[in-house]
């Protein structure tokens, strides 16, 4: 019994707050919080994205410059296609949706 009186207050309290525009005061708080923390995140994970690419990239040209005992034109040549895919990869992150 305590329970459910429990919910059915929680409910009606958030259901008056709703009508007297409360929440959305509390919502735009939130999305404005939410849009200062977004920015370094964003930041963070378009270095992730271009350092991971060209990780993958130089680490696939050394091991195929070691299997066929080149100097490095694997290594050059993967290298610049994991900074290219890096590039790609950050341009899609910024990029606005379509609509």
């Not at 919502?27 to 378009?46: G, T």
């Not at 130089?58 to 100097?71: E, I, Q, S, Y």
Request: proline residues 3%; without cysteine; glycine residues 10%.
């Amino acid at each position: 019994m305590g329970e459910d009186s429990d919910e059915s207050f929680a409910k009606r309290l958030r259901e008056a707050e709703r009508r007297s525009g409360r929440v959305e005061e509390d919502e735009k708080a939130s999305k404005s919080e939410k849009d200062e923390q977004s920015l370094p995140a964003l930041a963070l994970r378009a270095g992730t994205e271009m350092i991971s690419a060209l990780v993958v990239g130089v680490a696939v040209g050394w091991g195929l410059d070691r299997w066929f005992h080149t100097r490095a034109i694997f290594l050059i040549i993967f290298a610049l296609m994991g900074g290219s895919a890096g590039v790609l990869n950050v341009w899609r992150l910024v990029k606005p949706p379509e609509q």
